[in-house]
């Protein structure tokens, strides 16, 4: 089975999610929902984490406007803007493996060293989220899995009942693409806990290879923005 952009990043985020949330006391990287969630158990419960999870809304959404502003910038002038972007994401990703190896391991998630190691996390996702939407909007998200898991059980009905038979391809095409998406990004979480399990805060040297590999992927397809 060839190999595609989506799947590899659904891949890559499930694993920094993941391993975010074990090493940095509960913050989610990958997307700012769960957050709210952790923010409140936080608060009530007394536990470290705080800080970081206030902190990481208003970073994430500058980010992604950055992106957003760089993408146009960079198709402007003819530059491989995908690309470039998923080079910052690799450069922050590095960035944050580093800090993680040498800061870590992480006992109080708002000291100044998880605060900055997250951050870096939180901006390297918001890049990916960003490019999704930018870049790859026809694809299933990769980052968010209840949209896709809502749709895919949606065409198993719909497949269930019947269909004619050129909505039935394009059910099947969508389902397909979907499941790969939601299956990566489980095999990522799951690969994050094992890694954090039996080697701590050096599971973080994968996300930088993961995200390494998705450059070397053929994704001209993907370069035009919407």
């Known amino acids: 089975m060839k190999l595609t952009l989506p799947p590899l990043l659904s891949l890559n985020a499930g694993y920094v999610d993941t391993a975010g949330f074990l090493a940095l006391q509960g913050l989610f990287t990958a997307h700012v929902t769960g957050n709210f969630v952790t923010l409140g158990a936080a608060l009530v419960l007394g536990t470290s984490g705080v800080i970081a999870k206030l902190s990481a809304l208003p970073v994430f959404c500058l980010v992604v406007a950055l992106t957003r502003l760089a993408s146009r910038a960079l198709f402007v002038r003819g530059l491989p803007a995908l690309r470039l972007l998923l080079g910052v994401k690799l450069l922050l990703l590095t960035l944050g493996a580093a800090m993680a190896l ?3 391991p992480f006992t109080d998630g708002d000291a100044r060293a998880a605060l900055g190691t997250g951050m870096v996390l939180v901006a390297a996702m918001a890049i990916q989220n960003s490019v999704h939407r930018i870049h790859l909007g026809s694809a299933p998200p ?3 899995m209840t949209g896709s898991t809502t749709q895919i059980m949606i065409d198993l ?14 059910v099947r095409g969508r389902l397909v693409r979907a499941a790969a998406n939601v299956g990566a990004f489980a095999l990522g979480c799951a690969a994050a806990a ?11 040297v994968v996300p930088p290879v993961l995200a390494l590999l998705a450059l070397l992927l053929p994704i001209v397809e993907y370069e035009n923005p919407v």
């Open 102 to 104: 040498h800061f870590g």
């Open 142 to 144: 990769t980052t968010l």
């Open 157 to 170: 009905a719909d497949l269930a009942v019947g269909l004619p038979a050129e909505k039935r391809s394009l």
């Open 194 to 204: 094992l890694a954090y399990t039996e080697f701590g805060v050096w599971c973080f």
